[in-house]
């Protein structure tokens, strides 16, 4: 039986402990095993968070094995290696997948029957070999997608032109990484088009404000890790959101990465797409109006994972 307050976080790095801490802020959870390949560091990170619930709510939080998360509602997939100086994209990726094929056999091995959440990167490709390898619906394997790219448009638009955040509605779509698009054809600020906006806001070049965003966006994570080594506070709370909208069985729409089955003629791959995310994991995937420079820019993005699952694909029959 799925206890829907039972969270497993696989892999305890940056990442994965940041995930955590933003999971324990949130109080909505009552139990969360953290499982790494060191035991002391998953140990180490459980004593730690636990000394801090006396300020939020109550939760175990614990260090386990593969053998606690037959029962949880989410398992979150955050392992992975980190690309070393001289090593190839692709190289990153065979690596990656060697690790993922090894936590879904585990998982595969008990009675799990919540949702996947991956989160370890290249997030569409290995959305995509999660979901063949485990044989789980479709609807229960979920990467986290552009909703971390998508927070980063809001708020590098609501700084630009002066308001808030919360107020931006845009999305970025297609490959987590950098053939992500932007889709300005539909973005607006409470209710306003934003090239109206843009206007009244005293930017009267918005082709050229949008450029620049959608460059900053693209490119932000490669600035964090030049100044600080890793991202890790911005995809804990886009985890933590998509965490909320399972939990609570809130449908919200969320640009998570699924994997495909006709929308925009696209099968075949994982891509990051605004869903619909409850309890079952990935309820609906959304269409979006999109215009012909969009659509073409989306089926780039697609051509280039396509590329890359071929190369895997390849790689496994040599």
């Known amino acids: 039986?799925?206890?829907?307050?039972?969270?497993?976080?696989?892999?305890?790095?940056?990442?994965?402990?940041?995930?955590?801490?933003?999971?324990?802020?949130?109080?909505?959870?009552?139990?969360?095993?953290?499982?790494?390949?060191?035991?002391?560091?998953?140990?180490?990170?459980?004593?730690?968070l636990s000394h801090g619930l006396p300020y939020t709510a109550a939760m175990d939080i614990h260090a386990g094995g593969y053998e606690d998360v037959a029962d949880c509602a989410l398992i979150i997939i955050t392992a992975g290696a980190n690309q070393k100086p001289g090593e190839t994209r692709l190289q990153l990726i065979g690596k990656n997948v060697a690790i993922l094929k090894d936590i879904i056999a585990?998982?595969?091995?008990?009675?799990?029957?919540?949702?996947?959440l991956i989160v370890s990167n290249p997030v569409d490709i290995l959305?995509?070999?999660?979901?063949?390898?485990?044989?789980?619906?479709?609807?229960?394997?979920?990467?986290?997608?552009?909703?971390?790219?998508?927070?980063?448009?809001?708020?590098?638009?609501?700084?630009?032109?002066?308001v808030d955040s919360r107020s931006v509605h845009?999305?970025?779509?297609?490959?987590?990484?950098?053939?992500?698009?932007?889709?300005?054809?539909?973005?607006?600020?409470?209710?306003?088009?934003?090239?109206?906006?843009?206007?009244?806001?005293?930017?009267?070049?918005?082709?050229?404000?949008?450029?620049?965003?959608?460059?900053?966006?693209?490119?932000?994570?490669?600035?964090?890790?030049?100044?600080k080594g890793a991202t890790y506070y911005g995809i804990?709370?886009?985890?933590a959101r998509i965490a909320e909208c399972i939990v609570r069985d809130e449908q919200a729409v969320l640009p998570v990465s699924t994997v495909l089955g006709g929308e925009y003629g696209l099968t075949g791959l994982a891509l990051s797409i605004p869903s619909v995310v409850g309890k079952d994991g990935?309820?609906?995937?959304?269409?979006?109006?999109?215009?012909?420079?969009?659509?073409?820019?989306?089926?780039?993005?697609?051509?280039q994972l396509r590329e890359v699952i071929a190369s895997l694909d390849a790689s496994e029959t040599r």
């Open 170 to 227: 845009a999305v970025i779509i297609g490959e987590h990484g950098d053939s992500e698009l932007a889709v300005w054809s539909g973005a607006n600020v409470s209710g306003i088009e934003l090239a109206h906006f843009c206007v009244q806001r005293g930017f009267v070049d918005s082709d050229r404000l949008k450029k620049e965003i959608y460059e900053d966006v693209r490119d932000s994570a490669y600035a964090i890790i030049e100044r």
């Open 282 to 303: 990935v309820q609906a995937v959304l269409e979006l109006p999109l215009d012909a420079s969009e659509r073409e820019a989306l089926a780039a993005s697609a051509g």
């Open 106 to 116: 585990r998982i595969r091995e008990t009675a799990f029957e919540g949702i996947l």
């Open 236 to 239: 804990a709370m886009a985890v």
């Open 1 to 48: 039986m799925i206890n829907m307050r039972k969270v497993a976080v696989i892999g305890c790095g940056h990442v994965g402990a940041s995930i955590a801490f933003s999971l324990m802020q949130r109080a909505i959870f009552s139990e969360m095993v953290l499982i790494d390949m060191s035991r002391d560091k998953a140990e180490g990170e459980a004593m730690d």
């Open 127 to 162: 959305t995509y070999e999660a979901q063949r390898l485990s044989g789980y619906p479709v609807s229960r394997v979920i990467g986290s997608g552009t909703v971390l790219d998508t927070a980063r448009l809001k708020q590098l638009l609501g700084k630009r032109l002066g």
